[in-house]
C-alpha cells in the first residue's frame, strides 16, 4: 500500500483545511483497511489525531480533535479525509495518514498501523 497525503498548507486561526490521503493497493481493496491520521509538531513526539474502520461507520478521536475535525472515506476514491476547522496555532504539525490491515475497529496506537504515507504539513498562523 501506498499512500499519498496531500492538503496541507498555511492558514489563519480560526480557518479550515482538508487534507486527503489516496492509496494505491494491490491485493487487497482499499475498503478493506482501517485508516488513521497522525500528527507530529516541532520538538514533540507524534501523535494520534483520528481514526476510522474500513466501511466509515466507526471513528475516534484524540481529544483536541474532537468537535473540529471530522474523519470520512470515499472508499471508490481509494481516499481518505480529514476535515479540520476552527484550526488552532497548535494544530500546527506534520499530518500523517496510515492504514491498518486489519481493518475491523479504528485504532489509536500507531504499532498497529502497518503503512504510512510521507506527511503533509499544516501550519496556523495568527
Known sequence: VQLQASGGGLVQVGGSLRLS???SVSGRTFS???????RQAPGKE???VAAINW???NTVYKDPAKG????SRDNAKNTVYLQ???LKLEDTAVYYCA???LGVAPTQDSYEYDYWGQGTLV????
Open 21 to 23: 490521503c489516496a492509496a
Open 68 to 71: 473540529r475535525f471530522t474523519i
Open 123 to 126: 501550519t496556523v498562523s495568527s
Open 99 to 101: 492504514a491498518d490491515s
Open 84 to 86: 479540520m476547522n476552527s
Open 46 to 48: 507524534r501523535e494520534f
Open 32 to 38: 478493506s483497511y482501517a485508516m488513521g491520521w497522525f
Open 55 to 57: 466501511s466509515g461507520s
